[in-house]
């Protein structure tokens, strides 16, 4: 028996209804013209259209893990009916992780969570909420079938068909879907699934990997990018050219798979409240600003300069060199007005005068395409002849001198 | 979920609940907390450095940062000078003895004191920025036979600003701590020195040789007595300075006090003026 299974659409939608009987199963939902994930019935996958739980979705699925908002810290107080001076105050965290599938992402989506894991799971301190969910969910990923908009995963070390990060990982083939466990977790998950034996399928899963790679335009060279990045930080005339549009919405944060920022807020009162933590952006003036009323990040360009550096300079200097960016291209679909962090990037590298020792000499810049325009959509219905996947950098890494 | 099932460990984002012993005022705008933890076992367990910070809170307010500036020595309370400024320190400074507050702590790095053994030190202390000195300062005097000469230049804006007024004789008084106090302008009688820090620093002329300088205060305090100890031969690896940003989560993960690579509440707060200038210049 191989290691692929096939699942005919009808299979699918009964395997995860399934499922959704002792599971939360977080799958895409269209809500209004958005797509976004949300947990679904076991009722709803029984009846629901393959097609409809194979969307897009428009923000991360980083909710699954990191709550928009959720509790940290639930705290009562309660005076002694004997001497009412005397007051106690008791704490408990009052977080359940629940069993959860997150059913449907794409690859860079679930790279995301490697990259969220870095800072909330790896450091000095751990992050407890964080670890009991991400224990707590199994990730069943499909594989790119089409390259939407604004993708460029190839850019950061990355394909639409990449395993990292997911439990599971599937290929939309006819007729049906290739399953494929890429964990014991996903191993799991898989064996009571009751999904035929594929081995006959896997150049079809094979092809179709291809076929998405190839459409994706070809990378930009990020050489040195941590270093020309960093670089960039005193020039300001660079970064107020970029974000002379920028509205500091906040747009491009919140629908960001590996964006990690949050604040914590206290509500009710201290008889019973709650501290909470909710997202935060780093593109809007509060989130540094000082209670003296000093802030380190007074404009809009210093603070596009720290997302930008923190996502391609920062976080590599931190974690190994790997980015703070999954090539998703979620904020370059969906800013307002049309900010695009390939452009900054690029022109940031570009426009650099550094000099590396291992620079190759007089050799002129690569051809690079021109990222499709943002107000069409390119899939894969007519691939453009790219360079070929096999031109992407070392997988998730930045290259280091 | 209870609290250790994650399997890691304690939660940093849970306080300890403790209470508030004694409330002092240290000027019109700032108040000196003294607290314990409730619970015993996490009490008698607790240890820091000197420099480290902690989340202070009250409950249905929120949180802020405040260095710990009672020397780690001390085992009777915890203590920590707040100016009030926002709704958080408007909320301590209503707290009396035997109200509750939350305690996150021990966060961040502290001064490498076990560098400077055999050193002389210069502290230097600018208005609140007196409270991390405090700490740092009284953990060496403890010590002082190690160290070489230590002295104490502490500036505030007006005789009625200066905090600490409990310490105060003490540390005029002091056999190993040689005190000079210094304010903007003088009301009243003030029988020490009228004048800047930076100016001040100049003319007491400290020598480079074997020193250390730790300083801590407004922006524009430390930009100009950096200055003045650059001006008096001090390298910027013998600087040392202890950082403010506003924080959250204390641990390095909720991304708003980064300088560059580095989080002041994890990599900090504590730096040498030779690391600030190999950061990015984002003050």
Known sequence: MSNLLFATPKELTGWLSKLASGKRVMAPRQEGPSVVFRAYTAKELAAADVNALLKRSYSSPKQAILPQCETLVAFKSAKDPEDMSKLTTTVENPCVAEPTVLFGGRPCDARGFVVLDRPYLEGKFKDPYYAARREATVIVTQACPTVLNGCFCNWVGSDPADK?????????????????????????????????????????????????????????????????????????????????????????????PTCQCFTITDEGSQLDGRRLRSWDSCMTPLFTMETSGHNPRPTKANRMRNRVS????????????????????????????????????????????????????????????APAPVAEAAPAQNPAPQKPASQKPSKGKSKKK | MSEHDCGCGKNPYMPEVATVLDVITESPTIKSFRVRFDNEEAWNSFTYQPGQVGQLSVFGVGESTFVINSQPSCKDYLQFSVMRAGEVTTALHKLHPGDKVGVRAPLGNWFPYEDWKGKDIIFVGGGIGMAPIRTIMLHVMEHASEYGKLRLLYGARTPEDMAFKGDLPSWLNSDVLET???????????????????????????????????????????????????????????????????????????????????FVCLDGPVFTQAQLNNLPPEM
């Open chain 1, 164 to 256: 990292e990060g997911s439990d599971v990982i599937f290929t939309a083939v006819d007729g049906g879907f290739v399953f494929e466990a890429v964990t014991e977790k996903g191993e799991a998950l898989l064996a009571g699934a009751g999904f035929a034996d594929a081995a006959d399928k896997a150049e079809a899963v094979a092809a179709a990997h291809a076929a998405a790679a190839e459409a994706l335009p070809a990378p930009s060279t990020l050489d040195h990018v941590q270093e020309k990045v960093a670089a960039r930080f005193t020039d300001n005339a660079f970064w107020d050219k970029e974000t002379v549009k920028c509205l500091s919405c906040g747009c491009c944060t919140f629908i960001c």
């Open chain 1, 310 to 369: 923190h996502k391609f300079s920062f976080y590599p200097e931190r974690y190994d060199g790997y980015f703070s960016c999954v090539g998703c291209g979620r904020c370059v679909v969906s800013c307002p007005v049309s900010l695009d962090i390939r452009h900054m990037v690029k022109a940031a590298v570009e426009g650099c005068d550094l000099v590396f020792e291992d620079a190759p000499v007089a050799e002129p810049a690569p051809v690079v395409e």
């Open chain 2, 180 to 262: 000079t106090l210094t304010v903007d302008r003088a009301e009243g009688e003030w029988p020490h020195r009228v004048g800047m820090i930076p100016s001040v620093l100049k003319e007491l002329n400290p020598s480079p040789d074997n020193a250390i300088a730790v300083l801590c205060g407004p922006p524009i305090m430390i930009k100009f007595t950096l200055a003045a100890f650059r001006e008096l031969g001090f390298k910027d690896e013998n600087i040392v300075t202890t950082l403010e940003r506003r924080m959250k989560c204390g641990i390095g993960i909720c991304g708003r006090c980064n300088l560059g690579g580095k």
